[in-house]
């Protein structure tokens, strides 16, 4: 049984930080796409980022790039997303998921799994 596990949410200031980590079990996933979306309310689950198979290629959706940053450590079964200089607008509940290709989409579609989420919230 696949399983992705988000964890690392909260609640933060504009401009702090946060790591959102995913545990991926059930399968291999060193050679899976992986990545992040994100659904804030009464909007539709949006592209944040992708990482590629073996970690060296990295995706971006223009809103977050130079801000967040993906990575995906295979040993471990385990994708990151280290976000910084946080903004309101990121608020969303934020979504691992995994693709059994080594070719990521920015369609919510074309992934195959999905963990339940993890809430992040930026206010002052």
């Known amino acids: 049984q696949v399983q992705l596990v988000e964890s690392g949410g909260g609640t933060v200031r504009p401009g702090e930080s946060l790591t959102l980590s995913c545990d991926a079990s059930?399968?291999?996933?060193?050679?899976?796409?992986m990545g992040w979306f994100r659904q804030a309310p009464g909007k539709e689950r949006e592209f944040v980022a992708a990482v590629g198979w073996n970690a060296e290629s990295a995706y971006y959706a223009d809103s977050v790039k130079g801000r967040f940053f993906i990575s995906k450590d295979n040993a471990k079964n385990t994708l990151y997303l280290q976000m910084n200089s946080l903004k309101p607008e990121d608020t969303a509940i934020y979504y691992c998921?995994?693709?059994?290709?080594?070719?990521?989409?920015?369609?919510?579609?074309?992934?195959?799994?999905w963990g339940q989420g993890t809430q992040v919230s930026v206010s002052s």
């Open positions: 059930g399968r291999t996933f060193s050679a899976d796409v």
């Open positions: 998921t995994s693709r059994d290709t080594y070719y990521y989409s920015r369609r919510a579609e074309d992934w195959n799994y």
